[in-house]
């Protein structure tokens, strides 16, 4: 059995997969970035971003965590631009998206206006295919969708979800404060990540 935590990243999906990861037998928490690879290690927690293609031919247990998606963008605004690269490369953004995004964070300008460039620019149409990839998980069967906000509201709940799901009994999961929500973007940008994922759509 192979353990998956996959995520569009930025919403406590490595805490909960450290989390699993120290309650098997096997130590170590490999990141996937093939699709080859998702089931060479049984026993295994294995963490990643990559779309659901199709069943695996292995067995799996998945868990999906999201979360607010203004909160996760404004998140990922803060990291530094090594981080994006390799962030978004693993969210499978098409190569021609991620090389304009990058080169928008390249330019000689002060960092908050070419981070406000960059991030209008890969937000607007959903170029960071964040749709594309929590519908993706959907098509899988052994998935359990898990929102960060639900752990903060109902942290014992929802970790017996994923303990059941899983079938294997988990530590103790610390709920860390977030420091960064949509709030914080400026105004352009959040009513754009409004249109762009509408809160009925991708809640």
Not at 23 to 35: N, Q, V
Not at 117 to 122: D, L, P, S, T
Not at 174 to 191: A, C, D, G, S, T
Request: hydrophobic share 40%.
């Amino acid at each position: 059995m192979t353990y998956i935590i996959a995520s569009t990243g930025r919403a406590g999906s490595t805490a909960i997969a450290r989390v699993i990861a120290e309650a098997l037998p096997l130590k170590g928490m490999p990141i996937i970035m093939e699709h080859s690879d998702f089931c060479c290690h049984d026993g295994h927690a294995v963490k990643t971003h990559l779309h659901f293609k199709e069943e695996l031919k292995g067995d799996y247990k998945a868990i999906y965590v999201y979360c607010n998606i203004g909160d996760c963008i404004s998140s990922l605004a803060r990291m530094p631009y090594g981080f994006c690269k390799f962030h978004l490369k693993n969210l499978e953004v098409l190569p021609k998206h991620l090389n304009v995004f990058l080169k928008i964070l390249k330019l000689p300008l002060p960092s908050k206006v070419k981070k406000f460039f960059a991030y209008y620019y890969i937000i607007k149409d959903d170029k960071l295919r964040f749709k594309e990839n929590i519908m993706s998980w959907k098509k899988s069967k052994h998935t359990l969708f898990v929102k960060l906000e639900d752990i903060i509201a109902d942290k014992d709940k929802v970790m017996s979800d994923i303990s059941r799901h899983l079938g294997i009994s988990l530590g103790e999961f610390q709920v860390k404060k977030r420091y960064w929500h949509k709030e914080n973007l400026p105004f352009i940008l959040r009513r754009l990540i409004d249109k762009t994922y509408p809160i009925n759509e991708f809640g």
